[in-house]
C-alpha cells in the first residue's frame, strides 16, 4: 500500500529552526511537495522537490532523500505566523498526490 | 473571480439527500480535482479530471459523480447523502498533471 509518515504535532519556540521530517512508501515517484494549512483554510503551496538534495526558499528549505523515501521542511527564524499544519505529499506513478495527515506546528513565544 | 471559488462554504444536510457542491476556477487551468479531508486523516481524492471532457475515480469514488463540461467548472455531486460523508471537502486545479495543485476555500459539510 502507500504511506505517507510525519509526526502528528510539534511545538517550537519563536525565532528558533524547526525541522517536520516526512517519509513515504508509494507506488512510483514523481515529486514530493509541502504545503502549508492555516486552521480552517485551504492548503497553501510551500516547496517542490523531485530530485535528491535541498531546495531553499526564504525562511523555509526543503530537502529530499529518494533513496531513502525520506524528506524534511526546515523553517527558520520561527514567527507566530508560522503555526500552521504542514502537509507532505507525493505524487505517485498514476500523477496523482498522495498525502499525509499533516503535523500541527505550534509556536511559543 | 480570482483563483478558485467554491459554494456554498458550509451546509447542513439530511442524510438521504442529494446535493451539488460547486467549483470554478478562472486560472485555465486544465486539471482539476476534488478531496476530502477529516480529522486526523490525509487529503483523500474523491475524483479528478485531467482535462475538460475527462473525469477519473479517485481513492475514495463511492456515492460521489463528477462532470466536467467545461474547463472553470468541476461540480461534485452527493447522489443521495450519507452521515460518513460528513467532511470538509476542497477542490484543486493545476495547470497540468505535473503542476502544483491550488486550492479552493472549501465547503463544510454536516449531514445528518
Known amino acids: 500500500g502507500q504511506n505517507i509518515d510525519q509526526p502528528t504535532e510539534m511545538t517550537a519556540t519563536e525565532g528558533a529552526i524547526v525541522q517536520i521530517n516526512c517519509t513515504y512508501q508509494?507506488?512510483?515517484?514523481?515529486?514530493l511537495f509541502w504545503y502549508q494549512q492555516h486552521a480552517g483554510e485551504a492548503p497553501t503551496f510551500l516547496s517542490y522537490?523531485?530530485l535528491d538534495g535541498l531546495e531553499e526558499k526564504g525562511r523555509f528549505s526543503s530537502f529530499l532523500s529518494r533513496s531513502k523515501g525520506y524528506s524534511y521542511l526546515l523553517l527558520k527564524e520561527l514567527q507566530m505566523k508560522d503555526s500552521a499544519s504542514y502537509l507532505c505529499?507525493?505524487?505517485?506513478?498514476?500523477?496523482?498526490?498522495?498525502w499525509g495527515a499533516g503535523t500541527k506546528l505550534i509556536i511559543k513565544p | 473571480i480570482a483563483g478558485i471559488t467554491q459554494a456554498p462554504t458550509s451546509q447542513i444536510l439530511a442524510a438521504g439527500r442529494r446535493m451539488t457542491l460547486r467549483c470554478t476556477q478562472d486560472m485555465r487551468h486544465n486539471a482539476m480535482y476534488w478531496y476530502r479531508q477529516d480529522l486526523g486523516l490525509g487529503l483523500r481524492l474523491i475524483h479528478y479530471?485531467?482535462?475538460?471532457?475527462?473525469?477519473g475515480k479517485g481513492e475514495v469514488p463511492d456515492g460521489y459523480s463528477v462532470s466536467r463540461a467545461n474547463t472553470d467548472d468541476f461540480p461534485l455531486t452527493l447522489a443521495s447523502a450519507v452521515p460518513s460523508q460528513t467532511s470538509v471537502y476542497f477542490c484543486?486545479?493545476?495547470?497540468?498533471?505535473?503542476?502544483?495543485?491550488?486550492f479552493g476555500p472549501g465547503t463544510r459539510l454536516t449531514v445528518l
Open positions: 505529499a507525493v505524487r505517485d506513478s498514476n500523477y496523482q498526490l498522495i
Open positions: 484543486a486545479s493545476s495547470s497540468g498533471v505535473e503542476g502544483e495543485q491550488f
Open positions: 479530471s485531467n482535462t475538460a471532457g475527462t473525469t
Open positions: 508509494t507506488s512510483g515517484f514523481n515529486g
Open positions: 522537490n523531485v
